[in-house]
């Protein structure tokens, strides 16, 4: 996976305010690495993790390569100090418990980094991941904080995604644009269907859920996930217990159908082989639609059943299970 994110850290840093790392101008984030030794295997894995922010654009400053023999230990600890760095903790048991012991290195930077904290309760400077931590045990000073998780390789990918795009401060979820004040200068009238035809009222910023959409409104659109990972579902009656779904939304680039997509497991490590070159695929209960949007990333859309009821008027339903990869890979072998 290092190769495919090398990619992502290129992509990511290429977005900094319109720059590339070969303009003169940037400036990559900086990063100190702050550990506990609590093994060799544990020492290893803290290595490999530098090298792959390194390899994604983040400066990082990690004793293994910055701290040479007879070096002054104490000077390269107070780098964790230096409001220029975001420090990177990895919480391990052992680390939780030199750090409410100020003992050794660990409580040294442990003391530098709690005074900070507290004078700037809402600073995000120091950002916690856990490791070899089964308990989720957190040091004092880092009480309250949210972390991401590594623990699990099942959650880690998802995590480091995250971790590097706060670092290069490129949210997966960025806010939504304030809305206007259905109130204001409008009739009650006008007011309710603002109300009723808010386009929020048809999205899911999630990356995963389960939704009941009645596609015979808002033109048959819904959206899926947020931000660079946006999808629009377009959708319309194709019959009784089918739906087409087009390509047409301007999220979009490519769409493809799977039939009985539950049956097929094993083809789910890259739904991308699927035919995507028709604008339109139909699909109907049991069967999965995929979509690839503009920024690359891929997302599946598991058909759970398609039906007509009564409301006001005849409305047409369609409920769906989706899951939105958003490590911009065509794998949902372990997602589904």
């Given at each position: 996976?290092?190769?495919?994110?090398s990619?992502?850290?290129?992509?990511?840093?290429s977005?900094l305010?319109?720059?590339?790392?070969?303009?003169?101008a940037?400036?990559?984030?900086k990063?100190?690495?702050s550990?506990?030794?609590?093994?060799?295997?544990?020492?290893?894995?803290?290595l490999q993790?530098?090298?792959?922010?390194?390899s994604?654009?983040?400066?990082?400053v990690?004793?293994?390569?910055?701290?040479?023999?007879g070096?002054?230990?104490?000077?390269f600890?107070e780098q964790a100090g230096?409001e220029?760095?975001?420090?990177?903790v990895?919480?391990?048991?052992?680390?939780?418990?030199?750090a409410?012991?100020?003992?050794?290195?660990?409580?040294?930077?442990t003391?530098?980094?709690?005074?900070?904290?507290?004078?700037?309760?809402?600073?995000?400077?120091?950002?916690p991941?856990l490791r070899?931590n089964?308990?989720?045990?957190m040091?004092?000073?880092l009480?309250?904080?949210?972390?991401?998780?590594?623990?699990n390789?099942?959650?880690?990918e998802?995590?480091?995604?995250?971790l590097?795009?706060?670092l290069h401060s490129l949210p997966?979820?960025?806010?939504?644009?304030?809305?206007?004040?259905?109130?204001?200068g409008?009739t009650?009238?006008e007011?309710?269907?603002?109300?009723?035809?808010?386009?929020?009222?048809w999205?899911?910023?999630?990356?995963s859920g389960?939704?009941e959409?009645?596609?015979?409104?808002n033109?048959?659109?819904?959206?899926l996930?947020?931000?660079e990972?946006q999808f629009?579902?377009?959708?319309?009656?194709?019959s009784?217990?089918k739906v087409?779904?087009?390509?047409d939304?301007?999220?979009i680039?490519?769409?493809a159908?799977?039939n009985?997509?539950?049956?097929?497991?094993?083809?789910?490590?890259d739904?991308?082989?699927?035919?995507?070159?028709?604008?339109?695929v139909?699909?109907?209960p049991g069967?999965?639609?995929?979509?690839n949007?503009t920024?690359?990333?891929?997302a599946?859309?598991?058909?759970?059943?398609?039906f007509?009821?009564?409301?006001?008027?005849?409305e047409r339903?369609?409920t769906?299970?989706?899951?939105?990869?958003t490590?911009r890979?065509?794998?949902?072998?372990?997602?589904?």
């Amino acid at each position: 996976m290092v190769a495919s994110w090398s990619g992502v850290g290129v992509q990511l840093l290429s977005k900094l305010s319109g720059m590339t790392m070969q303009d003169e101008a940037y400036q990559p984030p900086k990063v100190f690495m702050s550990y506990s030794h609590d093994s060799k295997e544990h020492r290893d894995w803290v290595l490999q993790f530098a090298r792959r922010l390194v390899s994604n654009g983040v400066d990082v400053v990690l004793d293994r390569w910055n701290l040479e023999i007879g070096g002054n230990l104490t000077k390269f600890m107070e780098q964790a100090g230096d409001e220029d760095y975001k420090v990177v903790v990895v919480v391990s048991e052992a680390y939780t418990a030199k750090a409410d012991d100020r003992t050794g290195g660990t409580g040294y930077e442990t003391q530098m980094l709690s005074g900070q904290l507290f004078r700037d309760l809402d600073s995000d400077r120091v950002l916690p991941i856990l490791r070899n931590n089964p308990d989720a045990k957190m040091p004092q000073f880092l009480s309250g904080r949210l972390w991401e998780d590594f623990r699990n390789s099942d959650v880690s990918e998802g995590s480091y995604e995250e971790l590097l795009r706060q670092l290069h401060s490129l949210p997966v979820e960025a806010a939504p644009a304030l809305g206007p004040n259905p109130f204001a200068g409008t009739t009650e009238i006008e007011a309710r269907q603002l109300i009723r035809n808010s386009p929020e009222r048809w999205h899911r910023p999630e990356m995963s859920g389960d939704v009941e959409f009645v596609y015979s409104q808002n033109s048959g659109q819904y959206r899926l996930g947020s931000g660079e990972c946006q999808f629009t579902l377009d959708v319309s009656e194709r019959s009784a217990r089918k739906v087409y779904a087009l390509n047409d939304p301007r999220d979009i680039r490519r769409i493809a159908v799977i039939n009985d997509w539950a049956d097929r497991r094993d083809l789910l490590a890259d739904v991308s082989q699927f035919d995507t070159s028709s604008r339109i695929v139909d699909a109907g209960p049991g069967d999965a639609i995929v979509l690839n949007n503009t920024k690359g990333y891929w997302a599946v859309v598991c058909v759970k059943d398609i039906f007509t009821r009564q409301g006001l008027n005849r409305e047409r339903v369609i409920t769906f299970r989706y899951i939105i990869n958003t490590m911009r890979a065509a794998d949902f072998g372990e997602l589904i």
